[in-house]
């Protein structure tokens, strides 16, 4: 990115989020240019919230997510696709199942990536990416149990595969009976 000489304005709003973090909050909009907006995300992650849409860009992302105090709510805040996945590796160490609660799941791979590192990740699938293989492999995680079957949309309550692998992995027909339409959930549940 080829930054231009940075305003007298600029100069003096980042030296000032050099000696406190928290200054950018209280800019106006009109101030947080671009060279504004990287300084501030640099001292601070949690910045990122406050950079202005016209601004935001996968530079300004990326210093975010290497900035020293983020965690991985910063996830949330980024709207490149790229960079969330840039973001899940960044934060490996934490659970899979906060880590994609934090993202939208955008695309087929990013649906398997999640489920397979966590079966409850279903439930944060979009029923539009949901397929009897993401059932399956759900299904086939060793930490699976019979929650993950409230996830399963009804229609693969009937695939063979699915029904076939419900009883094995949850004992006789009777788990039948477990694999009905689950009650609507206001919320995600684990």
């Keep these: 990115m080829i930054m231009n000489a940075l305003t007298d304005r600029e100069k003096w709003d980042i030296g000032k ?3 406190n973090k928290d200054y950018y909050y209280f800019l106006p909009e009109h101030r947080r240019t671009a060279a504004v907006s990287m300084a501030a995300v640099t001292a601070c992650g949690a910045n990122l919230e406050y950079v202005p849409e016209t ?4 530079d300004i992302c990326r210093a975010a997510l290497r900035s020293k ?5 910063i996830l949330s805040q980024i709207p490149f696709h790229s960079i969330q996945q840039e973001g899940i590796q960044r934060f490996s160490d934490v659970p899979a199942f906060v ?3 934090f993202v939208d799941i955008r695309d087929a791979q990013m649906a398997q990536d999640a489920v397979k590192a966590d079966a409850y990740c279903l439930q944060l699938v979009p029923d539009k990416l949901i397929t009897a293989d993401l059932c399956k492999t759900a299904l086939q995680h060793p930490e699976a149990d019979k929650k993950v079957l409230e996830f399963i949309p009804g229609r693969f309550y009937n695939n063979p595969e699915i029904k076939k ?6 004992g006789n027909k ?5 694999i ?4 609507k959930r206001k919320g995600l549940s684990v």
């Design 17 to 19: 989020i050099a000696e």
């Design 55 to 58: 601004v935001i860009d996968k």
């Design 69 to 73: 105090d983020v965690d991985c709510a």
């Design 99 to 101: 880590l994609y609660s």
């Design 165 to 170: 692998m419900t009883e094995d992995k949850f």
């Design 174 to 178: 009777s788990v039948q009976k477990d």
């Design 180 to 183: 009905s339409p689950p009650h």
